[in-house]
């Protein structure tokens, strides 16, 4: 099991991390957004230690992953850790992929990395440069989550600007009016629909921006 969670002030962030523990101690991932177009990200073994990684206000928007192992022999390493990045894009991901090999073979073979999530961000950037800055950002979204098939619940950064979006297909994910998410709900929460990608506004609300064509193996009422 896995979680994603976000919030724009650190101390909601915070409460959101600690309350999807029980989803995933083995690893955690941190991104930093601010509005100038800087990132911070940090990816450990184990879970964050608040009292020794303080967040500042520095950052205007916080975007966090918990893993659990995927097996009893599993090792930590940076690489094979949430978030995965490319050169424009970074993702973090709670779900299964179950075409990221066939992915690899047909749009990004180029992906050595083992974990299906980071195909995902070089999906992203394959049709980056294949619409050479002629398709809005959330179309090749669309283009990349139509072709994704498993399950997933996507928080996808667009690094060039620091634009924050949302997307499920079978996992499940929560949103609120305050523009936080995570992926078990709370109080003010409400279920992310599938098929439709979630766009943040001034890190404040969230906006429906596209639909992309659902998959799912599941549904989740």
Not at 33 to 38: E, K, S, V, W
Not at 81 to 110: A, C, Y
Request: glycine share 8%; hydrophobic share 35%; proline share 4%.
């Amino acid at each position: 099991m896995c979680a994603i969670v976000g919030a724009s002030k650190s101390s909601k962030f915070e409460i959101l991390y600690q309350a999807n523990l029980p989803r995933g101690n083995f690893a955690s991932g941190l991104i930093g957004l601010n509005r100038g177009g800087d990132q911070m990200v940090l990816k450990k073994k184990g879970t964050i230690n608040f009292d020794k990684v303080q967040l500042d206000d520095f950052n205007d928007y916080y975007i966090g992953h918990v893993q659990a192992p995927t097996s009893s022999k599993r090792t930590w390493s940076y690489d094979t850790s949430h978030p995965f990045e490319s050169l424009s894009w970074s993702v973090v991901h709670n779900g299964i992929l179950t075409n990221h090999k066939q992915i690899r073979e047909e749009h990004v073979d180029w992906d050595v990395n083992p974990v299906d999530t980071a195909v995902i961000p070089s999906l992203l950037q394959h049709f980056t440069e294949k619409c050479r800055g002629e398709c809005p950002t959330h179309d090749i979204i669309k283009q990349v989550l139509n072709i994704l098939e498993g399950t997933f619940a996507l928080c996808i950064v667009d690094t060039d600007c620091n634009d924050v979006f949302l997307a499920r297909q079978g996992s499940i994910l929560h949103y609120n009016d305050n523009g936080d998410f995570s992926t078990l709900s709370g109080e003010g929460f409400k279920v992310v629909p599938e098929g439709v990608i979630l766009m943040l506004k001034d890190y404040k609300t969230w906006e429906v921006v596209n639909h992309f064509e659902v998959k799912s193996p599941f549904l989740f009422l």
